[in-house]
């Protein structure tokens, strides 16, 4: 796995190359870490992270430091099985806030299932 970033103004992108699993998070936690205070913005694009597993979860919905600068979140172009699996992650806890992760619309075949 690899990432590479972009920041443009206040929005940070980080595109994903590879899985995300526990070996890989560590990596993926440092860069976000080391953002500069003034993003205000966190957008993982990961059209080319084809696998996640719980490790992807815990990146995505873990709170921002307390020492850190506040940082909206969101994710982009997921691929079939991370998009899937977050969707089953919201279905057994309602609590997770999928909505605010997610774009506006899921593909209906996720929602039929």
Same mark, same amino acid.
């Given at each position: 796995?690899? %990432? #590479?970033?972009? =920041?443009?103004?206040?929005?940070?992108? =980080? $595109?994903?190359? @590879? +899985? =995300?699993?526990? $070996? #890989?998070? !560590? $990596?993926?936690?440092? /860069?976000?870490?080391?953002? !500069?205070?003034?993003?205000? +913005?966190?957008?993982?694009?990961?059209?080319?992270?084809? %696998?996640?597993?719980?490790? @992807?979860?815990?990146?995505? %919905? +873990?709170?921002?430091?307390?020492?850190?600068?506040?940082?909206?979140? $969101?994710?982009?172009?997921?691929? !079939?099985?991370?998009?899937?699996?977050?969707?089953?992650? /919201? +279905?057994?806890?309602? #609590?997770?806030?999928?909505?605010?992760l997610l774009?506006?619309?899921?593909?209906?075949?996720?929602?039929?299932?």
């Open positions: 796995m690899h %990432f #590479t970033l972009r =920041i443009d103004g206040t929005a940070a992108h =980080i $595109t994903v190359h @590879g +899985e =995300i699993d526990y $070996t #890989t998070l !560590p $990596t993926l936690r440092a /860069a976000a870490a080391k953002l !500069p205070p003034n993003v205000t +913005e966190l957008v993982w694009d990961l059209h080319d992270a084809d %696998f996640m597993d719980v490790a @992807g979860l815990h990146l995505l %919905f +873990e709170q921002p430091s307390p020492q850190g600068p506040p940082r909206k979140t $969101t994710v982009t172009n997921l691929a !079939p099985q991370p998009l899937r699996l977050l969707v089953l992650a /919201a +279905e057994m806890n309602p #609590t997770l806030e999928l909505a605010r774009p506006d619309t899921l593909p209906a075949t996720l929602l039929d299932d």
